[in-house]
């Protein structure tokens, strides 16, 4: 299968207690994002990378919040001193980003990480 | 602000009828459009997109038709079958970066 893949795909943690995801992107694709769902919302857009420049952060993304994409291959976001708040699913989706304004491209998502801070 | 919203938070119909989804949005400068299919405790499947230079796409039993005028599109299922009954999401999209999605509808098709 060579779609988008998260790990882990649960992960409980404590408040205060520092989280990292990884985001394996379908191979050819140039761009990769994160989104944050949480119970009865759309996805909502976190960040995300053009190889492995990041373009864009929402204002949603706290300082507590990094995300990396060294290789502009696979991706990392990590969560430090976790809130009850940061409880939510992550996503990540990537997709080829053809044209200069990359109109019209289409993004695949991944499984997510169920995250749960107690 | 709630740039793209689904009004209707569920939606059931009968097994071999249609499913019509309903999604609004306000950002005029929006030119790209995506419908996504969710089950529980996995990401979303993408369904169907539309660019706003075109008004209908069709890709098997699903439908997706833009009206810019009026700012909102629709998914259209025929027939709907009950392996249909999911989460669906409206998304939109500008210049292609983010997407900005909908609250959602629960589609449930009845045997």
């Known amino acids: 299968d060579t779609g988008v893949s998260q790990d882990p795909r649960h992960k409980i943690t404590k408040r205060g207690q520092n989280v990292t995801f990884r985001c394996d992107p379908i191979?050819?694709?140039?761009?990769l994002y994160w989104y944050r769902q949480t119970l009865g919302q759309g996805p909502e857009f976190l960040t995300y990378?053009?190889?492995?420049?990041?373009?864009?952060k929402s204002r949603l993304l706290s300082d507590r919040f990094s995300a990396e994409r060294p290789k502009g291959s696979f991706s990392t976001l990590e969560i430090q001193r976790t809130e009850q708040g940061d409880s939510a699913m992550y996503l990540c989706a990537s997709s080829l980003a053809r044209f200069a304004s990359g109109s019209g491209e289409t993004q695949y998502f991944g499984p997510g990480t169920r995250l749960l801070v107690l | 602000d709630q740039q793209v919203k689904q009004n209707s938070p569920s939606l059931s119909v009968q097994e071999g009828r249609i499913s019509i989804l309903n999604c609004d949005y306000t950002?005029?400068?929006?030119?790209?459009f995506l419908w996504y299919k969710k089950y529980p405790a996995e990401g979303p499947t993408f369904l169907i997109s539309?660019?706003?230079?075109?008004d209908k796409n069709e890709d098997g039993r699903f439908t997706v038709f833009l009206n810019k005028s009026a700012k909102h599109l629709s998914l259209h299922i025929v027939p709907s079958q009950p392996g249909d009954s999911a989460v669906y999401f409206c998304a939109a999209s500008r210049s292609g970066s983010r997407l900005t999605f909908g609250e959602g509808t629960q589609l449930t098709v009845n045997p």
């Open positions: 990378f053009q190889n492995e420049a990041q373009l864009e």
């Open positions: 539309i660019s706003s230079i075109k």
């Open positions: 950002n005029s400068m929006f030119d790209y």
């Open positions: 191979s050819e694709h140039n761009r």
